[in-house]
Structure formats: C-alpha cells, structure tokens
C-alpha cells in the first residue's frame, strides 16, 4: 500500500503559475512511472506528465512547453510546475504511481486538487 497526497492547488488568475506536489508515503520511484492527470468538467480525464522511474518525462501536447513534471527522491515527492496557465487547464488534479516490470499491475491515485484558472 502507497498512499499519495496532492497539494499546491488553487485558484490562480490566466497567464500565472502554480506548482503542484505529490507525497508519497514510501520511495517508491525506482519501481513507478509518476504521472500527473487531469479531469476538467464534462471532459474524460487525460494523463498531464509522466516521469518514469528512469526519469524520463512526457506531456500531453497541450501543455508542453507550459509544465514541468519532476521529481525530490529524497522527499519522496513529484512536482508539476504550472506557468502560463490557462482557463482551460481548469480541472481536478492527480497524482499516479504505476508499477513498472514486474510491478506494472500495481496502480495508485492521490485524492486530486483542484486548480482553477480564472479569465
């Protein structure tokens, strides 16, 4: 059992920033892919940024360029940093650890933090 908490969420005007973090409860990084999802009202939730535990990132193409995903090893903590916000990044936010090789069944999800972007 992992447990993740999200924080760092908001209400930020357009063209801001805010940097969202993700505790987990043991290190876990060396055996999960780290992601960061969203689900904005009346939409499907999407996969934001992952590190993997190789510690190579991906975005979705709507924020590339605007978020950062990274990682405190020592803190047990992922990071989503979020510059030129904008209002459709409005959305409940969280936190994934997927197992990876021989783990990749495991799955975990934080409780999510709500991150609104006003116009």
């Known amino acids: 059992q992992v447990q993740l908490v999200e924080s760092g969420g908001g209400l930020v005007q357009a063209g801001g920033s805010l940097r969202l973090s993700c505790a987990a409860s043991?290190?876990?990084?060396?055996?999960?892919?780290m992601g960061w999802y969203r689900q904005a009202p009346g939409k499907q939730r999407e996969l934001v940024a992952i590190i993997t535990s190789r510690g190579s990132t991906n975005y979705a193409d709507s924020v590339k360029g605007r978020f950062t995903i990274s990682r405190d090893n020592a803190k047990n903590t992922v990071y989503l940093q979020m510059n030129s916000l904008k209002s459709e990044d409005t959305a409940v936010y969280s936190c994934?650890?997927?197992?990876?090789?021989?783990?990749?069944?495991?799955?975990?999800w934080g409780q999510g933090t709500q991150v609104t972007v006003s116009s």
């Open positions: 994934n650890a997927r197992g990876v090789g021989l783990l990749r069944d495991l799955d975990y």
């Open positions: 043991r290190s876990i990084f060396s055996i999960s892919a």
